[in-house]
């Protein structure tokens, strides 16, 4: 049975806090919980691209990050973010990010990512190296560390575990692909979280984590995905 009482001076609550006592003395906290809609802008979020060589004619990647109107048959009067670029390389990866700031340095936190996605990759979809829709797999996690590409060997790599498309990492997890879940490839916001297995982090000595949210592809070809709204919550854990 689980007990609650009102905690304050939390730094990161905008209210109260709660505290919960398990059977397993496990006290967890609660933290901060991050909603980005991206009507008035992109809300700290900014956008890159990994996992090609230094080599590669850019114009040909079509890479675009942005924030725009969703595309019909989508609400055309909402925003999202724009993430879009053309696999030349068998296994790109494009990615968003976020700092989290005022956090207590060095704790342990558990984070849980609630995303919807505009896709028009439609289930059973064929295409050069693997399908639009199921070789593309949408990723997230948390780091103290900033995720970056960085070029090694005239290559662009990116600096966190995310693993190897449908593997997970040990900082990036996979939610599941980008189907759409019609037979068409008509746009159409899908779900994805964490929710079952929480992605867990530690602050670095500043306070500060870096959120991620990426897609690992093995499809050879244009993918434009529209992120419409990332919820995260952040939540404190200390074990007695």
């Not at 905690?7 to 905008?14: C, I, K, P, V």
């Not at 080599?55 to 993430?83: H, M, Q, V, W, Y």
């Not at 990615?95 to 919807?116: A, E, R, S, W």
Request: charge should be negative; aromatic fraction near 8%; include cysteine.
């Amino acid at each position: 049975m689980k007990k609650w009482m009102i905690l304050g001076g939390l730094a990161l609550s905008a209210g109260l806090s709660l505290v919960s006592c398990d059977d397993n003395n496990e006290i967890v906290r609660s933290g901060l919980v991050i909603t980005s809609d991206f009507e008035r802008d992109a809300d700290g979020w900014a956008g890159e691209l990994a996992e090609y060589s230094k080599d590669t004619d850019t114009s040909i990647i079509e890479f675009r990050f942005r924030r725009a109107a969703l595309p019909a048959p989508l609400d055309r009067k909402r925003n999202g973010l724009l993430l879009q670029s053309h696999n030349r390389s068998d296994d790109m990866f494009m990615f968003l990010k976020k700092k989290v700031t005022g956090l207590i340095p060095n704790q342990t936190y558990n984070v849980v990512f609630d995303i919807d996605l505009g896709t028009n990759a439609p289930i059973k979809g064929i295409g050069i190296g693997g399908s639009p829709g199921s070789s593309v797999y949408l990723k997230a996690g948390a780091s103290p560390n900033e995720p970056v590409k960085r070029l090694e060997n005239n290559f662009y790599t990116f600096n966190l575990d995310k693993g190897a498309q449908s593997e997970g990492g040990k900082e990036l997890f996979v939610l599941g692909n980008i189907e759409n879940g019609l037979e068409k490839d008509d746009y159409k916001i899908v779900k994805r979280d964490n929710l079952a297995k929480p992605v867990e982090v530690k602050a670095n000595a500043s306070g500060e984590i870096w959120l991620c949210v990426g897609t690992d592809s093995g499809y050879e070809g244009l993918t434009a995905l529209y992120y419409d709204r990332i919820k995260t919550s952040i939540t404190e854990k200390v074990i007695n």
